[in-house]
């Protein structure tokens, strides 16, 4: 199949654009398009053959159901029975945003889009080519990240094409997306309900309307249904062996340089991912042995702002990833608030390798 890749207007996309990629879903097509989380690989949600289409072009298990993306609260009917108090509250705050709900699903969304699950995830973007996209459409559009199973979500249209080049029919283009992690995900089927995801939206965020609500804390095995995400092992793995360290800065820092003195004896090519502070503190160590080649540092934001370090996060490891390197080291930013969901993606990516390094004794 030949990817058409049409270049859209993020603020005001082309009518005619919007209607062809409308037009090629509704005909049961595979389209990309941006949301201000990450790309979506679209297709029409209630034809079965449409969305096994999705699991065939990313390679992605049967068992990991998908989102189904509405253009607004009025469609939920259309996908879901009822909607709990909770989540009323939560989508009237924060739909269109980068915010899933999770409700019992109607007979009419097929058990493919579901995994089999009783249960539906849904989600309204902000992003105006999503929704000019889900109103012209005017049918649900069900859509995992664009990716490769297992590959970091993509937040370029490049990355959609370095993975599903030839997969798709076609790729709407708007640049860059403007939060870089998928949205967060409430599960009202749940009694308290479960937050399975954290994104763009806060714990915080989500508790303050919904206090009873409640952290997952158990992992699945790999061959149920996947209730929440990245539950199999390596789901947003690099190439490379990812380490993350958690901790003071400080002593974070000094453990990595150890780390690289170790590594590089060793012969391995390392490479760092941290923010440009944490770069800048390791400049002067460093600096001998990126002359060797062995050392390559790629920044994600700054402590000073997360939202950065979010949008930039899945680009820095695929660029870190190019480089060939055989392991990553990578500098955590705690686990409140925004960070919290760029610790959870790197501690999916790491796979269990987490380093707690301890501050100085006082
Ligand atoms: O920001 C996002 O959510 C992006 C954009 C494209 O909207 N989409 C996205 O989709 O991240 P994906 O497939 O990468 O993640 C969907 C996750 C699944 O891994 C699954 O575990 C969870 O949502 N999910 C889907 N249906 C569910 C359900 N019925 N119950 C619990 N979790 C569900
Ligand atoms: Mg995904």
Redesign the pocket.
């Known amino acids: 199949m030949k990817t058409r890749v049409i270049q859209v207007d993020r603020e005001k996309p082309d009518a005619a654009a919007i209607e062809e990629a409308a037009a090629a879903l509704r005909e049961g097509k595979l389209v990309v398009f941006p949301?201000e989380?990450?790309?979506?690989l679209g297709a029409h949600a209630l034809d079965p053959i449409a969305v096994q289409k999705i699991f065939d072009a990313k390679e992605r298990p049967a068992n990991?159901?998908?989102?189904v993306?509405i253009a607004h609260i009025g469609q939920v009917n259309q996908c879901a029975v009822g909607m709990p108090a909770g989540a009323r509250k939560l989508a009237l705050s924060f739909w269109a945003g980068?915010l899933?709900i999770?409700l019992q699903?109607k007979p009419e969304v097929p058990d493919l889009v579901?995994?089999g699950?009783p249960?539906?995830?849904l989600?309204v973007?902000s992003h105006r080519v999503a929704r000019a996209l889900m109103e012209m459409a005017g049918v649900p559009i069900a859509?995992?990240?664009?990716n490769r199973f297992s590959r970091p979500?993509p937040t370029t249209a490049a990355h959609v094409i370095d993975d599903l080049d030839g997969r798709v029919d076609l790729i709407l283009d708007a640049g860059p997306t403007d939060i870089g992690l998928?949205?967060t995900?409430v599960?009202f089927?749940q009694d308290p309900p479960l937050l399975?995801?954290p994104?763009g939206i806060t714990f915080e965020q989500v508790h303050s309307l919904v206090p009873e609500v409640v952290v997952q804390m158990e992992k699945g095995g790999a061959d149920e249904p996947?209730?929440?995400?990245?539950?199999m092992s390596r789901h947003y793995a690099p190439k490379a062996e990812l380490t993350l360290y958690e901790g003071p800065a400080e002593a974070v820092r000094r453990r990595i340089a150890a780390d690289v003195r170790t590594a590089t004896a060793a012969g391995d090519r390392v490479g760092i991912l941290a923010p440009e502070e944490d770069l800048s503190a390791l400049a002067p160590e460093l600096a001998a042995r990126a002359s060797s080649g062995r050392v390559e540092t790629v920044p994600y934001g700054s402590r000073s702002d997360l939202e950065r370090s979010a949008r930039e996060l899945y680009a820095s490891i695929r660029a870190l990833d190019a480089t060939g390197v055989a392991r990553i080291f990578a500098v955590g930013v705690g686990a409140e608030g925004l960070a919290r969901a760029i610790h959870d993606r790197l501690s999916r990516a790491a796979d269990g390798r987490i380093k707690a390094v301890a501050g100085e004794k006082p």
């Open positions: 949301t989380t990450v790309y979506g990991d159901p998908l989102i993306h980068p899933t999770v699903k579901t995994a699950l249960s539906v995830a989600r973007p859509a995992p990240s664009a979500s998928e949205s995900i599960d089927t399975r995801r994104g996947q209730a929440a995400p990245g539950q």
